[in-house]
């Protein structure tokens, strides 16, 4: 099965000092028709980036050399790509997420072969979403309550102090921006914004939530429990 030739042409960097973790994860995105090249350590994965120009990066956290925080800042001073982290733990994901890191989407080991073909088509297919719709002629302005989202530019600015948020936050704030003051459920802000929507991506959510808060406002999400968050749009 393939989903078309665009997709199964795109390079991913796999960054793993574990052989044979790197190897199965390089392994089946071959099958799966992707072109996949590896790195062990931080030098030699910030020098494959310069060398492969990949679509997107698969990173682990810890890594000889310098670790994976270090390697996505310097990639991501290159060119905007969107990456895709390993982490060990659960409460590893909260820590990143809230230090700003960079990175799209996180998985927490172990996990399976087929959960990363899916988290990788699902964050290539969200870039491809979110360059059509900075290039259409849609809607580019939403303002809510002093709350100003450009999505053309991908601009943000509260109380016309501007923010800057991840490419992810940003995507987050344009799901819940879609129906201001309404709530949108778990599964339909994990679909919209990440592709995918099933339970093992709450923790990624509400991380991201959390993130998104100290950046525009805690007041401005509210937690709706057991259903989702809605973007506040003012008194
Ligand atoms: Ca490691």
Redesign the pocket.
Known sequence: MTEGSTESARTVLVV???PTINRAVTDRLRAEGFRAVQAHDGPAAVAAFEEHHPDLVVL????PGFDGLEVCRRIQAVRPVPVLMLTARDEETDLLVGLGVGADDYMTKPFSMREVVARVRALLRRVDRAEALAASGGPTHLDAAGLVIDVRTRRVSVGGEVVHLTPLEFDLLCALATEPGTVRTREVLMREVWGWGDASGTRTLDSHVKALRAKIGADRVRTVHGVGYALEVGP
């Open positions: 793993e000092d574990e682990d956290v810890m890594l």
